[in-house]
């Protein structure tokens, strides 16, 4: 099946650093992935959407240039938290679409980001 | 426009007891819908998919899910529940949505398996 993977599971950063993640897709191409943020007992909120090859299109109320998304290769996107502060600390779950498949998502085991 | 709404956010239920977790959707278009389940603190496990073929949808680990179009329902069912079955669950509903595809989130239901 359809693996994708994230890096790292678990970071601890000061506050005012900077914090990047890594999403892949394992055995696919992703021509899309996404970035969701899930706090505790809650169900995940997109942040953005990130296309290979183009800018990242953000969620109304997500700030682009403190959470800045490259997504590179068809197999790679990385979200960077830059300047992070204790309410930056989440969890941060990362999905790819199939190329070729328009609606199912498969996603990573998260990260979770803890920022003192 | 498109919404989900899981109707229980905690259920709880005796090992080896049949499961039912509820979500209700609407949407302007013929949806997909998805159930996926999270162990604490793990990504999301894709169980099963509707994608406008057969109503009743089997998935993993013996879940299935009935597509009840006068209903809007998408409800997620197993004969008999098992102790890894404890997890949250996820209803998803995906359409189209300003030329691309939207997906929703439904809030979540805390499945707990009493021993």
């Known amino acids: 099946g359809a693996v994708v993977s994230q890096h790292p599971s678990r970071v601890i950063c000061k506050s005012g650093t900077s914090v990047k993640i890594e999403c892949r897709s394992l055995d696919f191409q992703a021509t899309t992935m996404f970035w969701y943020r899930q706090f505790p007992k809650q169900s995940l909120m997109l942040m953005a959407t990130?296309?290979?090859?183009?800018?990242?299109?953000?969620e109304q109320g997500v700030e682009k240039d403190k959470f800045l998304i490259n997504h590179a290769s068809l197999t790679l996107s990385t979200l960077t938290v830059t300047s992070a502060h204790p309410e930056d600390s989440s969890f941060y779950i990362c999905?790819?679409?199939?190329?070729?498949?328009?609606?199912?998502?498969?996603f990573g085991p998260g990260t979770r980001l803890t920022v003192l | 426009a498109q919404s989900v709404t899981q109707l229980d956010s905690h259920v709880s239920v005796s090992e080896g007891t049949p499961v039912l977790l509820r979500c209700n959707y609407s949407?302007?278009?013929?949806?997909?819908l998805f159930w996926y389940v999270q162990h604490p603190n793990k990504g999301l496990q894709l169980l099963l998919k509707?994608?406008?073929?057969?109503?009743l949808v089997k998935g993993i680990n013996g879940f299935e899910a009935e597509f009840k179009k006068s209903e809007t329902s998408f409800h997620l069912t197993k004969p008999s529940a098992h102790m890894s079955d404890a997890a949250e669950y996820f209803c998803?509903?995906?359409?189209?949505?300003?030329?691309?595809?939207?997906?929703?989130f439904g809030t979540g239901t805390k499945l707990q398996v009493i021993p």
């Open positions: 990130s296309n290979e090859g183009s800018k990242a299109t953000y």
């Open positions: 509707y994608t406008s073929a057969a109503t």
């Open positions: 999905s790819a679409r199939v190329a070729g498949l328009t609606d199912t998502q498969y």
């Open positions: 998803v509903v995906s359409g189209p949505s300003g030329g691309y595809q939207k997906v929703t």
């Open positions: 949407s302007s278009y013929s949806p997909s």
